[in-house]
């Protein structure tokens, strides 16, 4: 029953009421330091009323249990260390960790927590010690590896077309080579090298990835941008075109340049998921991922209408046209591709000035322009244009929540012989099996003055005021004038004596 009241005081709209009463209740905890304290023992969802304050964003109920764990080393002067247990916090030893919890979470006030100590601090050891660097080295073999891969599809096995040509617009002189005949010469060998290399790296991709699906749940896995969703998204399509590319080269299927031009593309896009270890281009990323899921997504639907009706009148139109002297709308799918390209403005419409054009395609064409390249265009600027600008009020949240994610995601996949645990295990200092990040703080004393100057400063204009009030009330009708006028000097006064302290203070500055 008290480890249920802790949790439901950490929801508590009244954060200064659910602070005393969490106090009051851990005071009747026998189990204080115990496996059986009430603070440790979690809810269904496997969460303790720590990480539960993390996971909705209630900062003031976090500060509040952190300064409960806090140790005090020393203090000389404003200078002062401070040991802050990390159990929960760090992801080293936890399934569920702290870190991932909130990263993870929907709610944007949750984020505010990677900026409070000791969250930040430990954050930062983290990434600078072993993330930046391992993130930069994985950075760099990925780009390696495509190059590899790219390589190995330019120089694909191709041989002449033997057979004859069935149409005037068939343009094809090279054709794919059976697989006895693929890997004959030393190129062939050479290529066969980066081939393997190619094959082996989409099945580590995959081998790395289906655990975590596994383990978070596909939902989370892949619908939080913040954790990379979208990028797991093309890199496991990616690694399953590599396989069915292998498959169709083994059987000596034709047509294996359709899941190749597929794995290509998918590979270097995913490209741009290591710039989230850059804090200049790791918030174009999430710009760019809520822009193509989120506004594109929606104008796409209105984007097909549009060229699916005037992809058909242009058709019907040249229906009876000779097709060699204007092509471009000789056969339905043919009609549909040229509208696409006029829609994105990447063509000029189509015209041929030797022969008469039918009169409904400058009507038609007239009615395409205004609606497609003036209306449509525009609003997807405008909605693009809007994304953008919620998305950079909040660029730094968003870099610190991809540092974070990034940081766990490295620190799951890597040995542990490679990242070593962050802090300082409390035996050094007679505190047990948990483990401190030591944090050195310095209080700037003129601050604190300042504080103090302003808050009497505050009081004065108060009392001031309080007294003229206090005239106004007691005096008749009769007096009603003067005691206006009175009150307006108590106010002048105020701010004279106000404005005089504020000088004070801004020359001892």
């Known amino acids: 029953i008290g480890n249920t009241v802790l949790h439901i005081l950490v929801l508590q709209p009244n954060k200064t009421f659910a602070c005393h009463m969490y106090s009051l209740i851990l005071s009747y905890d026998r189990n204080k330091e115990g496996p059986g304290s009430l603070e ?19 900062t003031v109920m976090f500060q509040y249990l952190m300064q409960k764990r806090k140790q005090n080393l020393w203090s000389f002067g404003p200078l002062s260390t401070v040991l802050y247990d990390i159990t929960e916090i ?85 054709v794919q080579k059976m697989l006895q005949e693929s890997y004959v010469a030393y190129e062939d060998e050479l290529r066969l090298v980066g081939e393997l290399i190619t094959v082996i790296g989409a099945v580590v991709i995959l081998v790395l990835e289906i655990p975590d699906i596994l383990r978070v749940g596909a939902a989370k896995y892949f619908g939080q941008t913040i954790l990379g969703g979208p990028f797991h998204i093309i890199v496991i399509t990616y690694a399953c075109m590599i396989l069915v590319t292998m498959v169709m080269r083994l059987t000596s299927t034709t047509g294996e340049v359709v899941p190749m031009s597929f794995a290509l593309v998918l590979g270097w896009c995913n490209v741009m998921y290591f710039a989230r270890g850059f804090q200049m281009l790791g918030p174009f990323t999430i710009m760019i991922q809520k822009m193509i899921f989120g506004d594109l997504m929606r104008f796409c639907w209105l984007m097909a209408v549009v060229i699916l009706g005037f992809a058909s009148a242009f058709y019907i139109i040249f229906q009876t046209e000779n097709p060699e002297n204007l092509g471009q709308f000789y056969n339905y799918p043919m009609s549909l591709f040229t509208t696409f390209e006029l829609f994105l403005t990447i063509i000029d419409g189509p015209a041929n000035y030797d022969v008469d054009l039918p009169f409904m395609y400058s009507v038609v064409y007239f009615a395409f322009a205004i609606i497609a390249t003036l209306l449509m265009l525009n609003l997807l600027i405008a909605m693009m244009g809007d994304t953008h600008w919620r998305v950079a009020h909040e660029q730094d949240e968003l870099w610190r929540a991809q540092v974070v994610a990034t940081t766990v995601m490295l620190e799951r996949k890597l040995p542990r012989c490679l990242w070593p645990r962050s802090g300082i295990c409390g035996r050094e200092f007679g505190l047990g099996d948990r483990w401190y990040l030591r944090i050195e703080d310095r209080v700037d004393p003129n601050k604190h003055k300042m504080m103090r100057y302003t808050e009497a400063f505050k009081v004065q204009d108060r009392d001031n005021y309080d007294k003229g009030s206090e005239k106004l009330e007691t005096n008749g009708d009769a007096l009603c004038k003067k005691e206006m006028s009175a009150l307006s000097l108590s106010r002048s006064t105020s701010r004279t004596s106000s404005h005089r302290g504020w000088e004070i203070l801004r020359r001892n500055t």
């Open 40 to 58: 440790l023992i979690p809810n269904n969802e496997g969460l303790s009323p720590f990480k539960l304050a993390g996971v909705e964003g209630n």
């Open 90 to 174: 760090d992801s080293w030893a936890e399934d569920q960790s702290f870190l991932e919890l909130i990263v993870s979470t929907k709610k944007r006030e949750a984020r505010q927590i990677l900026d409070l100590t000791p969250v930040k601090e430990l954050v930062s050891l983290k990434w600078n010690m072993y993330g930046r660097p391992y993130f930069c080295f994985l950075a760099l073999f990925y780009i390696l590896y495509m190059v590899c891969f790219t390589m190995c599809c330019v120089y694909r096995p191709l041989k002449p077309r033997t057979g004859n040509r069935t149409s005037s617009r068939d343009n094809t002189v090279y």
